[in-house]
């Protein structure tokens, strides 16, 4: 079983930065494919980002593209998105993924973007 817990979430103007970061437990992450998603109330869960067991591979949806880069540090068993030009569209609960055979996800951390 993997505990995934989110932080660095909170409120930025628009163009500004946030890194988020997810800490995991219970399981070493390196042989987990990891992932950040983000949902807004009455919308589905939305893909953001992804990165192989490896950090070798990542994935980004378009929207993010050129704007987040995800990352991991398998040492300290904690992934992170760093997010830069937020724009108030980015606004959501972001929450990490673990995926290996099954899914696990954190709590999710608040980003709001203000225009």
């Known amino acids: 079983q993997v505990q995934l817990v989110e932080s660095g979430g909170g409120l930025v103007q628009a163009g500004g930065s946030l890194i988020l970061s997810c800490a995991a437990s219970?399981?070493?992450?390196?042989?987990?494919?990891m992932g950040w998603y983000r949902q807004t109330p009455g919308k589905e869960r939305e893909f953001v980002a992804r990165?192989?067991?490896?950090?070798?591979?990542?994935a980004y949806a378009d929207s993010v593209k050129g704007r987040f880069a995800i990352a991991r540090d398998n040492a300290k068993n904690t992934v992170f998105l760093q997010m830069n030009k937020l724009k108030p569209e980015d606004t959501a609960i972001y929450s990490c993924?673990?995926?290996?055979?099954?899914?696990?996800w954190g709590q999710g951390t608040q980003v709001t973007v203000s225009s």
């Open positions: 993924n673990a995926r290996q055979l099954l899914d696990y």
């Open positions: 219970g399981r070493t992450l390196s042989g987990y494919d």
């Open positions: 990165i192989i067991w490896s950090g070798d591979t990542t």
